[in-house]
């Protein structure tokens, strides 16, 4: 996912992220993780690109993806970001929050991080934020 088309992959249709180019190549990375993690990719997207690397095909030649089937609708977990629960809240330190997307992984590093919640509070809003 260094580069643009890779596996059919068209950043200004898909509207995927690039990973830069990694000077340690040797680094070990868990692509499905990677993919569902960092990219947002569907549980789907990301078998299928685990499995034509795992098979070693070229992303240069390799077309797992479209621009009329493929959507960013189908490809990216729609709740792979968040918006800030305090986004509205002005009776907490630094709010309103303006950050206007965060990833499910990093919401409680922000809210104990920016907001300077305690970890009771940042578990009360968690779970508000999933009814």
Known sequence: MTFDG??????EY?????CSSSKNSNKKIYLYQHFNSKHGFTR???IRLVTAMIHQEDPHKRKLFSVTNDTPFTLFDPHHKVKCPLSTRHDIINTPCLTQEITRKSIRRHLAGVHRLDQETINKLI???IK
Do not use: D, N, P, V
């Open 6 to 11: 890779a596996f059919g992959l068209i950043q």
């Open 127 to 129: 779970k508000e934020m």
């Open 14 to 18: 898909h509207q995927h992220q690039l």
């Open 44 to 46: 789907q997207a990301s």
